[in-house]
């Protein structure tokens, strides 16, 4: 079946400093790939997608391109900020949806 | 907009006590989801619901039931409350699956059993 694995967190940068969070997936079939960003005390939300193979989706700062030949949809920020301390999560759709298991970001001052 | 409401926000049950957990959209959308989301365990479906009067099971439907008997009510049902349904619950919901699916979640449940 389809899954998605995600780098465990937590991870605990400092304002400024370079974010990747690895996402790597297993799926029959070419499924479309999300970022999803649980700030606290919130539901989750939309942060990012791609639906093919090579799209780069972006927002707020954050890229992330679907490389379908190593399976993985690692998310990236080049200048983080302290706003940007959540939870992310990866997921995948093939008419229906499978998250990882979050990692949370924490970015301090 | 007030987008995916869910309430309560915060409940304590007893073990072997009933509740329902309501979730409602002012989206028209079609597609409406329950998750459970444990520490380190990411989200997982319970139930979902493709319109209304049709609801399939998830990956963890047990314990609890659910009914789509309006598109803009989704309600999640616990008959006998137990501690491993100690959770925080979403509701969320989608106007499609696939390449165009997005997800709008409600702030959350958060439930304890003792």
């Known amino acids: 079946g389809n899954s998605v694995t995600q780098m465990e967190g937590p991870v605990t940068l400092s304002e400024e400093a370079f974010l990747t969070i690895n996402c790597t997936y297993t799926a029959t079939g070419y499924p479309s790939l999300f970022w999803y960003v649980q700030y606290p005390g919130e539901g989750l939300q939309l942060l990012l997608k791609a639906t093919k193979a090579d799209d780069k989706g972006s927002n707020k700062g954050f890229e992330a391109t679907y490389r379908k030949e190593t399976t993985s949809f690692h998310l990236e920020k080049g200048s983080v900020q302290v706003s940007d301390s959540a939870v992310y999560f990866c997921a995948l759709s093939d008419y229906k949806l499978s998250f990882g298991a979050g990692t949370t970001v924490t970015v301090r001052a | 907009n007030a987008g995916v409401t869910q309430t309560p926000k915060f409940r304590i049950l007893k073990i072997g006590q009933s509740m329902t957990l309501q979730c409602t959209q002012d989206m028209n959308h079609n597609y409406m989801y329950w998750y459970r989301q444990d520490p380190g365990m990411g989200l997982k479906l319970i139930y979902y619901?493709?319109?209304?009067?049709?609801?399939d099971k998830g990956e963890v439907p047990n314990g609890y039931n659910v009914s789509r008997s309006t598109t803009e009510d989704f309600p999640l049902r616990l008959e006998l409350a137990a501690p491993s349904q100690t959770s925080v619950y979403f509701c969320a919901s989608s106007y499609a699956t696939g390449p165009d699916e997005k997800l709008f979640f409600g702030s959350g449940t958060q439930l304890s059993v003792l």
């Open positions: 619901s493709v319109g209304a009067g049709i609801t």
